[in-house]
């Protein structure tokens, strides 16, 4: 049995300040640390949780095998700050067969990264749908209309993630989701907390 709690794929680049400032500037990474002189030679560079650490180092010839993987809550969102960037796009963004909707970019020393949410793609399951009469908040709704139309769902969909994620006593939004959440709340005026249901009146 062997432990492990965390990876940090690593990259060389040819040149360690320039890449960060690539890292940073165009891909959306945050500076985590630097490391070996004036300029460094190391440096560890940040996307959510995951560090990726860019090594001072002659690049390998440039290749269609990924170097690393990001698995990001919207996929979609960051194609579009990195085409914004003139980011090379090494392939364009769809859904895979593997369950993945990811695209790829190449970095100036030749590294390709991949970024990509789950599309929990799965063997199809026969269901029966039936009509239930629901009468929400005016602006409870309209923050799950916008919800679903950014997740490319039905209202009703939207409404069975949720259920069966609760079912099951966890949520079903990226931390990418929640922030959407967030600024919908402010969009549409909710400044009630989540018990507020209990004290609605009509």
Known sequence: MVDCDMVNPGLAVADVPQAVEFYTKKLGFKLGFTWGGEPPTFAGVKLGDVQLFLAQATPPPPSDISAAFFHVGDADE???????????????IGDRPYGIRDYAIRDPWGNMIVFGHNTFHGEPLKIER?????????????????????????????LEEMILHTNEGVGPHTKT??????????KHGIDYDCHASYRFVE
């Not at 009469?133 to 969909?157: C, W, Y």
């Open 78 to 92: 960051l194609y579009q700050f990195h085409k914004s960037n003139n980011v090379e796009i090494a392939q364009q």
């Open 177 to 186: 989701t929640l922030r959407y959440i967030q600024d919908l709340k402010k």
């Open 130 to 158: 039936v009509d239930v009469t629901v009468r929400l908040e005016k602006r409870l709704a309209a923050l799950l209309e916008d919800l679903a139309k950014h997740k490319r769902m039905t209202v009703g969909n939207c």
